[in-house]
């Protein structure tokens, strides 16, 4: 009994030790300093310009004759495989990133005009130039936000009542989504990817 008061004395004293000059040690609850938040405005703006830069990296591998590459998949059926194939070409997927963007961007207002992103922009470039303009509204977006406005909830569709800064989240999200797609679509066209980045 003796040494479990001695150990117990001197983790008190340890932790009396250990606190910051001027502080207090009481039974009572101790106050414990916030630690400094980075700012959520300038972290998505870094998260949405890194996804820019490496989606527009992961669609170029794609040669521009390739860019209606339509892949197919073994599927079983009844103890049976088949072929089918995928109901959308590489440069459809890649459009309808750019799509997504502008839609759910629009939600968060604001007097900025949307790029035109239409179905037709199939070709290599016109797809590369819709996802490009499709992040850039973004970024142009964000640019006029403050970490307050960042928190502030528009109606974003199916997302509901939602903070702009879960607007970018989930177009984040989803764009990690369809760039998994992509670089399968890349590998069945038999494009080599580098093995990292």
């Given at each position: 009994?003796?040494?479990?008061?001695q150990?117990?004395?001197?983790?008190?004293?340890?932790?009396?030790?250990?606190?910051?000059?001027?502080?207090?040690?009481?039974?009572?609850?101790?106050?414990?300093?916030?630690?400094?938040?980075?700012?959520?405005?300038?972290?998505?703006?870094?998260?949405?310009?890194?996804?820019?830069?490496?989606?527009?990296?992961?669609?170029?591998?794609?040669?521009?004759?390739?860019?209606?590459?339509?892949?197919?998949?073994?599927?079983?059926?009844?103890?049976?495989?088949?072929?089918?194939?995928?109901?959308?070409?590489?440069?459809?997927?890649?459009?309808?990133?750019?799509?997504?963007?502008?839609?759910?961007?629009?939600?968060?207002?604001?007097?900025?005009?949307?790029?035109d992103?239409?179905?037709?922009?199939?070709?290599?470039?016109?797809?590369?130039?819709?996802?490009?303009?499709?992040?850039?509204?973004?970024?142009?977006?964000?640019?006029?936000?403050?970490?307050?406005t960042?928190?502030?909830?528009?109606?974003?569709?199916?997302?509901?009542?939602?903070?702009r800064?879960?607007?970018?989240?989930?177009?984040?999200?989803?764009?990690?989504?369809?760039?998994?797609?992509?670089?399968?679509?890349?590998?069945?066209?038999?494009?080599?990817?580098?093995?990292?980045?």
């Open positions: 009994m003796k040494h479990i008061i150990v117990s004395v001197l983790a008190c004293a340890l932790v009396v030790l250990a606190a910051p000059k001027g502080s207090v040690v009481s039974t009572a609850a101790q106050k414990v300093p916030v630690p400094q938040v980075g700012s959520l405005k300038a972290e998505t703006m870094e998260d949405w310009s890194d996804l820019k830069e490496a989606l527009l990296k992961l669609v170029d591998y794609m040669p521009a004759d390739k860019y209606d590459f339509l892949p197919v998949y073994p599927v079983r059926k009844a103890n049976e495989i088949t072929v089918d194939p995928v109901n959308e070409t590489f440069a459809k997927r890649v459009l309808f990133v750019a799509q997504i963007n502008v839609r759910f961007l629009d939600f968060l207002g604001g007097k900025l005009k949307a790029p992103v239409n179905d037709s922009m199939l070709s290599k470039e016109a797809a590369m130039k819709a996802l490009e303009a499709s992040f850039d509204y973004g970024t142009d977006l964000l640019e006029l936000q403050t970490d307050q960042m928190l502030q909830t528009v109606n974003a569709s199916f997302l509901g009542r939602a903070t800064a879960r607007v970018f989240s989930y177009l984040i999200g989803h764009t990690r989504e369809v760039d998994g797609q992509l670089v399968m679509y890349l590998r069945l066209a038999g494009i080599a990817l580098p093995v990292s980045q």
